[in-house]
């Protein structure tokens, strides 16, 4: 799968402005984002990147050389070893330029309004603090974040989440938290403020987006230590070739094929270009963008990470929990057959099936009256033509619902209340309905049995559909070494049967908060990673606890609180492209780090035979790509060198196309891709450069 789509960001007018696609680098953006990259030659900022630093300072150092000695080939060296510079800088700002968007359209979302407290005080949005209650109407903003103690309304969150659908927002359960600068559109809420001073949700986004908040990950940490230590090596290498030429009355002045070199005084610009095309500039440059990119394709599909380390755990996770209802399943149990007792006629069924089930609002009892509707060509009864009836609501207390008609009592629920009902009006279950329901039970499917006074007629059968392509992208996860666990509430045979169909490879039944945590722990402690999503208070600690905890938008506020990304379009499948999404930016940096330090090696073949070979004349051997001149061998390594960095910035953006595989198969693929073409492409460009330079006066 390819994660580059994006969601663009909405302007002030609320409109959705063209942006720039996940995988392609619009020209004009590189001129917007030169400012940033020339602003960012500023030693202050340079020095957290050691291995560009190091050009920088060379680049100052040849510039310092040139003054002195001018000649074309110093002068045209020293801007390629600038610009390599700046455009290493204009790579990470073409990066950040991208989440400057996103944080346009959340700095328009956020509005400093007046809020109105319980008490009948009014107060700025900004001066509210943590517990204070706030009462929202129709129409207004709401002025902080918080969660719904009171009421239920419909919420505009697309200046947030950029959908134009609005939401409902109600106290007292996993939908109640709200987000400072939505709009209430209908009723009226009561809103306990959980946010601190100046830490509000739209703030936190705005920042991490822009990239002002993105600490390195350890995995980019130590591959920064890596590339530091590669640069040392290099360049103490690189500062003694001259004492040690000397020495041994080697590299001279009078070297007869350094001669022009020397001639204009420019040995120092030669090492300084030796060094800079030795060190792994190309990953250097591009470290950064990689990692601010995939925090960027998080956003474009609208999920919100907390920090890039979070983003890197998402590719090194070896555990995916899943919630089974709306997840793996479309969610609402559907009626998929009548199943009658011994003796009784099928329509017979069908009929009390749908009596009982019109005073059942939920999803399941509206899926029976339907079923009968259209399979049985029963039509649904109005309860108002129904006068003398007496309807029986479902409630989760009695686990069932019914009518009362003309003498005639029907009921329809789960197997133990309605079998139980039948007993206490003197009847007998018989053993084929018990069959029955554990019949469907053992299928994955969930029972609910009718019966009329004392006599049971017969079973529904509730069918929790799998969603289509799930057990596709679950052998995906396989074949990438995650394991999948199914985590519901539903019992162990239940819970077995839309495993085997989903395709997952484990599952935990009836499952509470405790058992969710418990099993995430086991799982780090043989040294995996976790990953799992969540929206209630009661998710919060398995989310905390979750390497990768991703949590819903329509959620509490505890839940966010506590993961370490949120999810604003609360789809808990997206957990699956969080991991490919995690994945992709581990695989793009390994690539463009194999490929950075591959392509040193035709760089070597270039430079080291024009700078010895006049000693040494057996390094000619060397200059396999045959050269026009020592000049133009160093400069066409050196604007190589910085021209394959403008080169890659489109792949750093969107990221290694990434296929689910084994690692294996994933390294070797990287390995043929980027370390073969590593190799190759560098020798075939500085020959090409080297053709059009010895046309440069001078040359």
């Known amino acids: ?31 917007r984002s030169l400012p940033d990259a020339l602003v960012k030659l500023d030693p202050r900022v340079m020095w957290r990147n050691p291995v560009m630093f190091i050009v920088e300072v060379g680049a100052v150092f040849t510039t310092v050389l040139s003054i002195a000695n001018p000649s074309t080939f110093a002068w045209v060296t020293t801007v390629w070893l600038w610009l390599t510079v700046v455009f290493a800088n204009l790579a990470e700002a073409v990066a950040e330029g991208r989440g400057k968007a996103q944080a346009a359209a959340l700095r328009a979302a956020r509005q400093d309004t007046v809020a109105r407290l319980r008490d009948g005080r009014s107060v700025p949005a900004p001066e509210l603090k943590q517990g204070d209650v706030v ?30 659908a609005p939401v409902i927002r109600e106290s007292g359960g996993d939908r109640s938290a709200v987000t400072g600068g939505t709009k209430v559109l209908s009723d009226e809420i009561v809103v306990q403020i959980t946010q601190k001073p100046g830490e509000s949700f739209i703030d936190r986004m705005i920042a991490l987006v822009e990239g002002a908040n993105r600490q390195k990950t350890p995995n980019e940490i130590a591959l920064n230590i890596l590339l530091a230590a590669l640069t040392i090596i290099f360049l103490l290498s690189v500062v003694t070739l001259q004492p040690l030429a000397i020495f041994s009355k080697g590299f001279q002045a009078a070297a007869p094929n350094t001669q022009a070199i020397n001639a204009h005084g420019v040995t120092g610009i030669v090492l300084v270009s030796l060094l800079v095309c030795l060190i792994p500039t190309t990953i250097g440059a591009l470290l950064s963008a990689i990692g601010i990119a995939g925090m960027d394709r998080l956003v474009q599909r609208n999920v919100l990470a907390m920090s890039g380390r979070a983003v890197e755990a998402a590719g090194d996770v070896n555990t995916l929990l899943l919630d089974k209802t709306g997840t793996i399943t479309l969610g609402n149990r559907q009626a998929s057959a009548f199943i009658p007792a011994p003796g009784v006629d099928p329509q017979e069924l069908a009929d009390a099936a749908q009596l009982s089930s019109l005073a059942d609002e939920t999803p399941e009892g509206r899926s029976v009256v339907v079923f009968a509707k259209n399979e049985y060509g029963l039509r649904e009864r109005e309860p108002g033509l129904m006068t003398e009836a007496t309807f029986v609501p479902f409630t989760a207390q009695t686990r069932m619902s019914g009518i009362d008609l003309g003498g005639r009592q029907i009921r329809k629920g789960a197997a133990a209340a309605v079998m139980k009902w039948v007993r206490d009006n003197g009847g007998h279950p018989t053993e084929a309905v018990g069959e029955i ?34 057990r596709a992208r679950f052998d995906e996860m396989r074949k990438m070494g995650i394991r999948t666990v199914m985590i519901t509430g539903d019992n162990p045979r239940t819970a077995r049967a839309i495993a085997e169909e989903a395709g997952v490879d484990d599952f935990l039944a009836e499952a509470t908060p405790e058992d969710k945590l418990a099993l995430i722990r086991k799982e780090q402690e043989g040294g995996r990673l976790v990953a799992m999503t969540g929206d209630g208070t009661n998710d919060a600690p398995a989310l905390a606890q979750a390497d990768v905890g991703v949590a819903m938008n329509t959620g509490t506020s505890a839940a966010k609180e506590a993961g370490n990304m949120v999810d604003l379009d609360s789809d808990p499948t997206k957990l699956i492209e969080i991991v490919e999404i995690g994945k992709q930016l581990l695989i793009t940096r390994g690539a463009l780090t194999t490929f950075s330090i591959t392509n040193d090696i035709a760089k070597y073949f270039a430079i080291i035979p024009a700078m010895f070979a006049g000693v040494y004349p057996g390094l000619n051997t060397l200059n396999i790509m045959r050269l026009h001149s020592p000049e133009s061998a160093i400069l066409s390594a050196v604007i190589f060198n910085a021209l394959i960095i403008v080169a890659l910035i489109p792949l750093a953006l969107r990221g290694v196309r990434y296929r689910p595989s084994s690692a294996s198969a994933l390294l070797r693929r990287n390995l043929w891709i980027y370390g073969v073409g590593g190799v190759i492409l560098p020798f075939i460009c500085i020959k090409l450069i080297d053709l059009i330079v010895q046309f440069i006066p001078g040359f």
């Open 1 to 31: 799968m390819t994660v580059t789509a994006e969601k663009p960001a909405r302007t002030e007018d609320n409109s959705r402005p063209t942006a720039v696609k996940a995988g392609l680098l619009d020209p004009g953006q590189l001129w």
């Open 135 to 164: 009462v929202v109407a129709a129409g207004e903003i709401i002025p902080g974040d918080g969660d719904v103690i009171e009421g239920i309304a419909s919420v505009d969150e697309s200046a947030i989440t950029g959908e134009s």
């Open 437 to 470: 329901v554990d019949g469907i039970s053992s299928s994955g499917g969930t029972p609910l049995v009718v019966a009329e006074g004392n006599r049971v007629l017969g079973v529904i059968h509730l069918k929790d559909v799998v969603k289509s392509g799930m």
